[in-house]
């Protein structure tokens, strides 16, 4: 998202949502959706100059937003000295182009900052294949857009020369190189898969954090492992699978495995581009779904994650909930039916939660537990 790394861009954020029935749900909905946008940007590297929001029957097809909120999105980019305009709805090629030209900066949605983040964090070969297959199928998508467009106008008059035989290069470009990615990707996969049956044959069993991103899932992997992985205040802070040796109460090991954070309706594009970050939540034998405890929408990201698990067939397998952030609750909070208070900042409930994985490995795989090797 940045053009110059000595200027911060200042995003103003836009939402058109559907009118709903009124009352306090509603809000709150709206509320979490821009409230996540707005931690999205600041991670991308963004400042949030302002939120517009419009309640409509649908959205209008040349621009999302109607007339008034344009010419309102034109005065507040102006007043607010924003050079960007995020959108929560995600925008269709024309839109976008017919928006940039509209308001004269840069008019992306969610998609892009999605990305944007992604291609800052992704450190290892693995992580910056996965970002560049996502790019690529995001610019293919743009092109088949603006193909369907010409194609309905039958042909003929306006649609052939030059520009016709570009659009048919750069679409068998990027679909080439997404096949040379797609072989590469597969290479690391049959190499991780290698690793993990390597584990089995010495007796590891794997332990898989998921949970929605900024749950404190590294926070948590570094505290049981004394690793040393990244940790921010933000969303995305891990792209890169990684995996340690951590030690039971009983002094038996097992590798726990720290994956990239879930996120509210994350797109098609990008959930099937990172699937390979997910890979090592099915050779898991366990699964410990860190959420955020301190958080007003708990019950939805837990919602959201198991939705993703579903989607991905992980969904069955055995789970333990680990309501994070202990220390930022207050000493009432709800804690999901089964689940392990803790705060992975500070220590407190580890030693339960770390029983109660033993446990969980025990019931999953009784006939070897766990490895007795020394650390």
Request: hydrophobic share 40%.
């Amino acid at each position: 998202m940045r053009t110059d790394p000595k200027e911060m861009e200042r995003a103003l954020l836009v939402y058109a949502h559907r009118k709903r029935a009124r009352g306090p749900a509603a809000v709150l909905h709206v509320s979490e959706v821009m409230e996540e946008l707005g931690e999205l940007v600041r991670s991308a590297g963004a400042e949030v100059a302002g939120t517009i929001l419009q309640a409509v029957d649908a959205e209008n097809p040349a621009t999302v937003v109607g007339k008034g909120v344009l010419e309102r999105l034109k005065t507040e980019i102006g007043e607010r000295k924003a050079n960007l305009v995020v959108f929560q709805n995600l925008l269709k090629p024309k839109q976008q182009a017919r928006l940039t030209e509209e308001l004269e900066v840069k008019a992306l949605d969610r998609r892009e900052v999605i990305l944007d983040i992604f291609a800052q964090r992704a450190r290892t070969k693995e992580g910056k294949l996965q970002v560049e297959l996502a790019q690529l199928s995001f610019r293919l998508g743009r092109l088949a857009g603006g193909r369907k467009e010409l194609s309905r106008l039958g042909g003929g008059i306006g649609t052939r020369g030059p520009g016709e035989k570009k659009l048919e290069e750069d679409r068998r470009r990027i679909r080439a190189q997404i096949r040379q990615i797609g072989r590469e990707l597969e290479t690391v996969r049959r190499t991780r898969t290698l690793h993990y049956r390597r584990r089995r044959e010495v007796g590891y069993p794997v332990v898989a954090l998921v949970g929605y991103t900024n749950a404190g899932k590294s926070t948590l992997f570094n505290r049981m492992t004394g690793a040393e992985v990244y940790v921010a205040d933000q969303l995305f802070a891990t792209l890169d699978p990684t995996a340690r040796k951590f030690r039971l109460p009983s002094g038996k090991e097992a590798i726990l495995v720290d994956t990239v954070g879930f996120i509210h309706d994350l797109p098609a594009e990008l959930r099937l581009a990172f699937l390979a970050t997910l890979e090592g939540i099915g050779e898991a034998d366990l699964l410990v779904h860190v959420v955020d405890g301190s958080a007003d929408a708990m019950e939805s990201n837990i919602a959201a994650v198991d939705d993703i698990l579903s989607a991905l067939s992980f969904r069955e397998k055995p789970t333990l909930l680990a309501a994070n952030k202990r220390d930022l609750c207050h000493p009432g909070a709800h804690v999901p039916e089964g689940g392990v208070r803790i705060s992975a900042r500070t220590g407190e409930g580890i030693p339960d939660l770390l029983s109660s994985i033993e446990r969980e490995l025990c019931l999953c795989r009784p006939e070897e537990t766990v490895s007795t090797r020394p650390a």
